[in-house]
């Protein structure tokens, strides 16, 4: 089983700590003749597929390298913008790697702050009142499960949807904040959190739960 990544929002949405702890890699590599059958365009300072899709190459994906050399934004890794170089016949055949990309930190801090924002809808549209919030969302390929302390801290993990034991990982992981960040003297309440002891214990905790599934007595 696979744990992805693990996130710690503050009460006020911001994102205070961020961990990815598996990355899928679904990357497609091939050798191109002029012109190319698919389209490309700007998107979010990367290039990316707009429209055509062909040996594992998808619409959304984006340019990941340029014969060999990783792009940067979108240019090339020599500064050319990557669609004006892929539109000049004399650079061709080229070697494209395409394949989904990382999200940036300015990308994870807004999807935070609007996780939080669902949470607070989440809990608003229940019938009854005191309701917990979000708990768990569920798509075809993860799980997204979330535990608030009292203080307000929210502690996500994007886990696979066969991961048994996340409860208690998410209790463990607020254990290990409370040791490790909040009896830390040069910790600041609702700052992001920069504690070597948190990162170790955290990356223990992973390891512990993807191969067990669970934490026992004493973990």
């Known amino acids: 089983m696979v744990i992805f990544s693990v996130y710690v929002v503050n009460k006020a949405g911001g994102l205070i700590y961020q961990y990815d702890n598996y990355v899928p890699r679904a990357e497609a590599e091939k050798t191109f003749s002029y012109p190319l059958d698919f389209v490309l365009k700007h998107h979010d300072e990367k290039v990316v597929v707009s429209f055509g899709q062909r040996d594992g190459i998808r619409v959304g994906h984006a340019v990941l390298s340029i014969n060999g050399e990783d792009v940067l934004g979108k240019n090339t890794a020599d500064g050319k913008d990557t669609l004006e170089y892929l539109k000049d016949p004399a650079n061709y055949p080229v070697s494209i790697r395409f394949g989904r990309a990382r999200l940036s930190s300015n990308e994870k801090l807004m999807l935070a702050s609007m996780f939080h924002s669902l949470f607070a809808i989440g809990s608003q549209l229940s019938p009854d009142v005191g309701s917990s919030g979000i708990e768990m969302l569920e798509t075809d390929v ?74 026992g007595a004493g973990s």
């Open 142 to 215: 993860f799980k997204l499960h979330c535990f608030q302390t009292l203080t307000g801290i929210k502690f996500i993990v994007l886990a696979d949807p066969r991961q048994s034991g996340i409860d208690a990982l998410l209790r463990k992981i607020y254990e290990i904040y409370s040791d490790f960040a909040l009896k830390n003297p040069f910790y600041s309440l609702e700052m992001p959190i920069r504690c070597e002891l948190f990162d170790q214990n955290l990356k223990g905790a992973l390891e512990i739960a993807e191969k067990a599934g669970n934490f």
